[in-house]
């Protein structure tokens, strides 16, 4: 069984390859995968965590896990609050074919999901774009939306705001136009393409100051007790989503639901209808949504490209 590091998940999947795979998979699904399980686990000290796990499979082809923490009380202690590891089997005959750092595959597999649908969702002269957060994922998020769309201005925003300002540096040291962004709400009415990747539970983002016709697209809040905007976010645009089933789960979903604001027939397509041509923006005005939950197929498209040699 071959193991797989950090760095070579990300050599091996370089943002147009894996952007490519992905919207190959969401123009014509292959891969079978069940709603994704997640466990609550109590801590000694008071609290809990998650643990998901999120199975999928190409028939005859690759069989693959994910297994994921979530321990939301480690930003405090400067640790990582997601970890992962995925293994993947040979769909012919069950061999383990690879044990891959799931950090960097989950990483990268979300910019790039967020990525492509930002370029069917977003308009086509975007030209700010505004990434909120400093986590794994938020890491790498300007450089796969940076992938589809020249931007002119790259804005980074995070409650810490020394993390923000390192990584709008290393970004900027990367050739990227990007700049630390110290006020929130300046920044989202600058912005024609806003993307958040955080672990908070408590809104930050105002529908309000959100600019017309600009695109938002939603990482974070994978659970029902967290969010990331507020109802209005949510009700003054059209609502897209990687996959149905789990994004009402999702707490910027099932908060203007269980509001009474929202409801699961109010979505407006999944990735596949937008990518197929089904569904979409209809006016460069309009506002859109995108809630990304993480989808297991996801995982195995870039697993399957993380193994090759």
């Given at each position: 069984m071959h193991l797989i590091g950090h760095q070579t998940v990300a050599d091996?999947?370089?943002?147009?390859?894996l952007i490519e795979a992905l919207r190959e998979e969401f123009a014509a699904p292959r891969i079978d995968a069940p709603p994704?399980?997640?466990?609550?686990?109590?801590?000694?000290?008071?609290?809990?965590?998650?643990?998901?796990?999120?199975?999928?499979?190409?028939?005859?082809?690759?069989?693959?896990?994910?297994?994921?923490?979530?321990?939301?009380d480690n930003a405090a202690r400067e640790k990582a609050t997601i970890?992962?590891?995925y293994l993947m089997f040979d769909g012919a005959d069950g061999r383990a074919l690879a044990a891959i750092d799931g950090d960097a595959l989950t990483a990268r597999r979300t910019a790039a999901t967020s990525a492509l649908a930002a370029d069917f969702l977003a308009r086509r002269d975007a030209a700010v774009l505004l990434v909120c957060g400093t986590g794994q994922v938020a890491s790498v998020l300007a450089e796969a939306h940076a992938s589809v769309r020249p931007y002119r201005e790259i804005l980074i925003w995070g409650r810490d705001a020394e993390k923000a300002r390192a990584r709008a540096g290393a970004l900027a040291d990367r050739g990227?136009?990007?700049?630390?962004?110290?006020?929130?709400?300046?920044?989202?009415?600058r912005a024609d393409v806003v993307s958040t990747a955080t672990a908070a539970t408590v809104p930050f983002l105002r529908g309000e100051w959100l600019a017309e016709g600009s695109h938002l697209d939603l990482i974070g809040a994978f659970k029902a007790d967290m969010r990331?905007?507020?109802t209005a976010?949510?009700?003054?645009?059209?609502?897209f989503v990687d996959g149905r089933d789990g994004a009402m789960l999702s707490g910027d979903l099932a908060g203007p639901a269980a509001e009474g604001a929202f409801r699961a027939e109010a979505i407006a397509g999944d990735l596949s209808e937008v990518i197929q041509g089904r569904a979409g923006r209809r006016s460069e005005?309009?506002?859109?949504?995108?809630?990304?939950?993480?989808?297991?197929?996801?995982?195995l498209v870039a697993a399957m490209l993380a193994a090759q040699p």
């Open positions: 091996r999947l370089p943002w147009p390859r994704r399980q997640v466990l609550t686990i109590p801590l000694p000290g008071g609290g809990t965590a998650s643990l998901l796990m999120m199975p999928a499979w190409e028939g005859g082809k690759a069989i693959g896990l994910k297994a994921v923490t979530f321990f939301p970890n992962a590891g990227l136009p990007a700049r630390f962004c110290d006020d929130l709400e300046a920044g989202c009415r990331e905007c507020d976010a949510i009700t003054q645009g059209r609502v005005a309009e506002r859109t949504v995108f809630k990304s939950v993480g989808l297991a197929s996801e995982d």
